[in-house]
């Protein structure tokens, strides 16, 4: 079938090309896709949360009457933990009237895709009241903001992301400055998941300073007194205008289970 | 000749390898089940079809949550991959070991056009990151790859891929 055979190769080519103007105009026009992404959101955030929770599905099944018992106390220590943290997240919360809605991560951001993003998604979404530059915290600190809002899902932006720049307070004297992932150029390497904490005034970063969170206007998209991490080194003066340091986040994002989204007082939800 | 029950097995296969890792235990980082699906479907009808299978496998990464922006440069990436696998096709049936080369090969690439986009200063990629889901996906490979290649071989003896 002489036809068919030449009509792969030229489908192929077509549907490449389709798809590298698919890329330019999402980066001509981010926004435009924005439908095409909710709606994809809407189909798989139920099978993904299914999947993120397959564990204690099966836990469940697999306990039987014989070992019901067990499971009721496993369940209960569970719940307990999750109280506990819960609680320590809102002792944590210092930071004024905030409702939290404790949400989980069910997916990461693909390690393969070519630009590498640090997104998460969560299995909360427009349907409990989330919407779009909202803080998301977790019991150690900062954990990102939300960029997209689906049906029962919502991704966020992780703080190790290179788009991800934070205004900050360190330090006793509360210093002003700006923590983001990729340093300033010049600047040595820095470890895997380490930010870089630049200093707006002529406060003196010292190793050991707490960093918390600057706060935006509205509480959008961070809200003020957040933790975020520690100054674990100063960079040498090179004369640069603002003192440089890295700052360790005390968020893992590799090991990301239960978070919050931040509702500030006043707000639907 | 009817293909659909060709096309939908494909569909299903890259469906459930975008989804799986959601059930992945977080801390790991996560194997590249997709292109091991491109990877069958190439080796055994060549270069076409292997650009085909990973625009929609890429497609499907780029849009299921949290995706990957911009869109659409994930299906690219693995476009290009299924073309490299489809080429190999011709030496695939020399060596059992082959077509995981070929695969090893191919992962390498698309990680390593994460890892040079982030060195230009586009996203982030960190090099253990990318190695650990490298060995991953290999490992993953010894087991899944040739049973998806059986599978795709029996797709076509029934004339249906």
Redesign the interface.
């Known amino acids: 079938m002489p036809r068919r055979r030449r009509a792969?190769?030229v489908?192929?080519a077509v549907?490449?090309a389709l798809?590298?103007a698919?890329?330019v105009v999402?980066?001509a026009r981010?926004g435009l896709?924005e439908p095409?992404?909710g709606s994809?959101?809407r189909v798989?955030?139920p099978?993904?949360s299914v999947?993120?929770g397959?564990d204690d599905a099966r836990l469940t099944e697999l306990t039987r009457e014989r070992n019901a018992l067990a499971a009721e106390v496993t369940r209960l220590e569970e719940q307990l933990r999750r109280q506990g943290q819960l609680a320590a997240l809102d002792r944590a919360t210092t930071w004024g009237d905030h409702r939290l809605l404790p949400a989980r991560?069910?997916?990461?951001?693909?390690?393969?895709?070519?630009?590498?993003?640090?997104?998460?998604?969560l299995d909360v979404g427009a349907s409990e009241g989330v919407t779009q530059d909202q803080t998301v915290v977790s019991v150690d600190g900062l954990v990102g903001r939300v960029v997209?809002v689906?049906g029962a899902?919502s991704?966020?932006l992780l703080l190790?992301?290179?788009e991800a720049v934070v205004g900050v307070r360190f330090g006793a004297e509360g210093g002003l400055g700006s923590v983001a992932?990729?340093p300033p150029p010049g600047l040595p390497p820095r470890g895997?998941?380490d930010l870089t904490l630049t200093a707006v005034g002529d406060t003196t970063i010292r190793v050991g300073d707490d960093v918390t969170t600057l706060g935006s206007p509205d509480d959008r998209p961070y809200v003020a007194r957040v933790p975020l991490g520690t100054v674990t080194s100063v960079d040498p003066d090179r004369g640069q205008l603002g003192a440089t340091a890295v700052v360790r986040p005390h968020v893992d994002p590799?090991?990301?289970?239960l978070v919050a989204v931040v509702f500030v007082e006043g707000e639907g939800g | 000749m009817n293909r659909v029950p060709g096309l939908a097995a494909r569909a299903l296969l890259l469906v459930s390898a975008v989804?799986?890792?959601?059930?992945w235990p977080?801390?790991l980082?996560?194997a590249?089940l997709?292109?091991l699906v491109v990877a069958a479907a190439a080796l055994l009808h060549g270069?076409?079809?292997g650009?085909?299978v990973g625009?929609a496998a890429?497609?499907l990464?780029?849009?299921?949550?949290?995706?990957?922006?911009?869109?659409?440069?994930?299906?690219?990436?693995?476009?290009a991959a299924g073309a490299l696998l489809g080429l190999a096709r011709r030496w695939a049936a020399a060596s059992p070991l082959l077509p995981w080369v070929a695969t090893a090969v191919a992962s390498a690439a698309?990680?390593g056009?994460?890892g040079v986009?982030?060195a230009a200063?586009?996203?982030?990629?960190?090099p253990?990151?990318?190695l650990r889901?490298w060995v991953l996906t290999m490992l993953v490979a010894v087991v899944v790859l040739p049973v998806l290649i059986e599978v795709e071989r029996r797709l076509t003896a029934r004339r249906w891929a």
């Open positions: 792969l190769p489908t192929a549907l490449t798809t590298a698919a890329l999402d980066l981010p896709v095409l992404r994809v959101a798989a955030a099978v993904q999947l993120a397959w991560v069910v997916a990461v951001a693909p390690g393969t895709s070519p630009v590498g993003g640090r997104t998460v998604t997209r689906g899902s991704d966020v190790g992301d290179a992932a990729v895997a998941g590799d090991t990301l289970d | 989804l799986l890792p959601s059930a977080p801390g980082p996560p590249d997709v292109l270069p076409s079809t650009v085909l625009l890429g497609w990464v780029d849009l299921v949550p949290p995706g990957a922006e911009p869109l659409g440069a994930t299906a690219l990436s693995y476009a698309v990680l056009v994460r986009v982030a200063g586009v996203g982030r990629a960190a253990g990151e990318l889901t």
